[in-house]
């Protein structure tokens, strides 16, 4: 049984665990991609890859210390890769041309990266058509001038906006305070609100056990620094 992503987003400010993720959990995911593909453009180590081992029973040496634990695995069409540290590896590098990560035409991408430690937590979605667009949380996808050729940039905002996570009247329209007392009242917070529309709108669904349990499979994703 798989869980939507809700709960990822309520415990972004939890601490980390040992064995397994829940608190400050950063997602990246791709449609039309493997899982493996995924991975390597992502700087992951071929060798993990290829001899897969559950994440609670790797070993985390000192020869690894410079890179980044992760887990992975597939909700349908996607493939994902759960990050514990509130970021996502190559959050540095963003979508620079360079980038490995860049979608292509016909591959869809999100990423929901928490960034809790410096601020603000971001939200990426790629649709399918080459174009990426980047806001922050709170902000809708749509801001004015984006064409939307696949529908799906329309209908991530549609969702992003009746469930309540862009505040009423955005930009400017005031109640901020008042909106975000609300979402914390009736919603968990905006992080769980945002986490839990892209899960049911792109119907991403990851097994919470699995996930809080380190029965996913690990991979060592190398940073822009090291």
């Known amino acids: 049984m798989s869980d939507g992503l809700k709960w990822m987003g309520l415990h972004t400010f939890d601490p980390s665990m040992s064995g ?3 608190g400050g959990i950063a997602m ?3 449609r039309g991609v493997s899982a493996h593909e995924l991975l390597l453009r992502l700087r992951a180590r071929p060798d993990e890859i290829a001899a897969p081992v559950a994440y609670r029973d790797f070993t985390f040496g000192q020869d690894v210390s410079h890179l980044t634990p992760c887990m992975y695995g597939t909700s ?4 994902y890769v759960l990050e514990h540290n509130d970021a996502c590896t190559w959050y540095e590098w963003w979508f620079d041309d360079e980038a490995v990560v860049r979608p292509r035409p016909g591959e869809e991408l999100v990423c929901l990266h928490p960034n809790v430690s410096v601020a603000p937590s971001m939200l990426a979605y790629a649709p399918g058509d080459g174009e ?3 806001v922050e949380f709170g902000e809708p996808i749509m801001q004015g001038n ?3 050729a696949t529908g799906k940039l329309t209908a991530l905002d549609t969702g992003l906006v009746t469930a309540g996570a862009v505040p009423p009247g955005w930009p400017g329209g005031g109640g901020i305070p008042q909106w ?3 979402l914390d009242e009736q919603h968990g917070g905006l992080h769980g609100l945002v986490w839990q529309t892209v899960g049911d709108t792109l119907g991403i669904r990851i097994p919470r056990d699995d ?4 029965r996913l499979p690990v991979a060592l994703l190398e940073g822009p620094y090291a």
């Open 180 to 182: 975000r007392e609300q």
């Open 20 to 22: 397994g993720m829940r």
């Open 146 to 148: 984006e064409l939307d």
């Open 211 to 214: 996930v809080e349990q380190g």
């Open 76 to 79: 349908g069409d996607w493939a």
């Open 132 to 134: 990426v667009h980047l």
């Open 28 to 30: 990246t995911a791709m």
